[in-house]
């Protein structure tokens, strides 16, 4: 497995014929270029069904792409296993093909050994992502869970046995702190009206379960006369506890319903038939929240005046045409940028904050909550999901209570 090169179909002249290099072996693909792609797919494909053994880890300091690729096939092997996740192996995989391909003046990361390696390689990395924001501390934290998890098996003797990337500093944890009132949900809703996306809504608020968990549910999950959701241990996160999701009589209702009209695959689909997703789910939250801003500027009498339309006679000048559609695009640009600053970002995770904390709120006990929640312990719902301090009655009613008023 090469971290930082795919190798890619090339084209020799002299023998008039399509190659691509292999394991140092030059592959023959045939002399028609839309022939030899196909072919090349297929080679591809086929290599990437083998199973993938460690590489040979050299005598001396392990490079570190070496070490990377040792973890990447062990990490392959709990997914075929089915105690990880698909998604976890691109996870790290994005990261560590990323920091691979990494170079400076000064150095190449391929060409670094396991000794040489420093956290310095790895903030000038992250740092040379502008766009990364709450990505930088999950690309740190895959590059160190590697060398942490090599340390453990007995890669990285050269070394000490220890992780060169221990004193790795990562950015603070940022906090979900968006919560969703009563009227901000039925105002989303009102927004919404397809009933695709309005059911992935209502099931989230009615059962404040994880985004993951919506996307995958299916027929044969469900226990209608229970009512739970109950996921197989290969689809519940950690792989070791079977995940049960508990019904509301409006989630039972909704659920109901696509239990018959699809008794097989995800139940929840958007209006292209195809499983909701991340980006499909942003999507949708990105056009709500653009049009609760432009909502927000009808009520501030923030919106630009419109650009009056062009008369006959000035139509026929392609000169004025011209800067005529500039001001429109202009307008309809400032529009927009407007409508973001105004509007609220919603999401999937503040929904699920919302109910625990509603749920903590309305009296139920942590142990009850982090049981509806899919948590093992409370400790997650005191750390990260309890955002009680946001709710400032129920918390000066509960200071009137220490002193018994």
């Known amino acids: 497995m090469d971290l930082y090169h795919t190798p890619k179909p090339f084209f020799r002249p002299k023998k008039n014929r399509w190659y691509v290099e292999l394991d ?41 792409v070496v070490v990377f690729d040792a973890y990447l096939a062990w990490l392959d092997k709990r997914v075929q296993e089915g105690t990880k996740a698909q998604r976890t192996y691109g996870w790290y995989k994005k990261f560590l093909s990323s920091f691979a391909s990494f170079q400076t003046a000064d150095y190449r990361v391929r060409d670094l050994t396991v000794d040489k390696l420093e956290p310095v ?53 940022g906090r979900r702190e968006l919560l969703i009132s009563e009227e901000e949900y039925r105002e989303v809703l009102g ?25 995958t549910v299916e027929a044969a999950f469900v226990d209608l006369d229970t009512g739970r959701w109950v996921f197989p241990i290969r689809l519940s996160k950690g792989k070791k506890v079977q995940r049960v ?66 008369k006959a ?4 000048d392609p000169a004025i045409r011209t800067e005529h559609e500039r001001q429109v695009l202009e307008r309809r640009q400032r529009v ?14 503040a929904i699920r904050h919302t109910y625990i904390t509603e749920s903590l709120v309305s009296g139920l006990d942590a142990v009850t909550v ?26 000066r009613q509960a200071a009137k209570k220490v002193r018994g008023a």
């Open 121 to 173: 390689h790895v903030y000038q990395w992250v740092d040379s992502h502008a766009g990364w924001k709450t990505g930088k501390r999950g690309a740190m934290i895959a590059v160190q869970r590697v060398c942490n998890w090599a340390a453990r098996a007995g890669l990285l003797k050269s070394v000490g046995g220890r992780s060169p990337l221990t004193s790795l500093e990562k950015p603070q944890q």
């Open 313 to 316: 006679d000035e139509r026929k």
């Open 24 to 64: 140092g072996k030059h592959i023959n693909l045939g002399p028609d270029e839309q022939a030899a792609r196909a072919k090349y797919h297929e080679i591809m494909a086929a290599r990437a069904r083998e199973p993938k053994a460690p590489p040979p880890l050299p005598s001396g300091h392990p490079l570190v």
């Open 370 to 395: 982090s049981v509806l929640a899919g948590h093992r312990d409370t400790t997650m719902i005191s750390r990260v999901y309890a955002h009680l301090a946001e709710k400032h009655e129920h918390m």
């Open 245 to 310: 999701v508990y019904l509301s009589e409006r989630a039972l209702e909704i659920t109901r319903r696509l239990v018959a009209q699809r008794p097989s695959g995800p139940l929840l689909l958007n209006t292209d038939g195809r499983p909701w997703c991340v980006s499909s789910v942003k999507c949708r939250f990105q056009i709500i929240c653009r049009n609760l801003g432009r909502r927000r500027l009808r009520q501030l009498a923030l919106v630009p005046a419109k650009i009056p339309r062009l």
């Open 191 to 215: 927004l919404v009206e397809d009933r695709e996306f309005r059911d992935l809504l209502e099931l989230s608020w009615e059962t404040g379960c994880r985004p993951h968990e919506l996307f």
């Open 336 to 349: 927009n940028e407007l409508a973001k600053q105004h509007g609220k970002r919603f999401n999937l995770y």
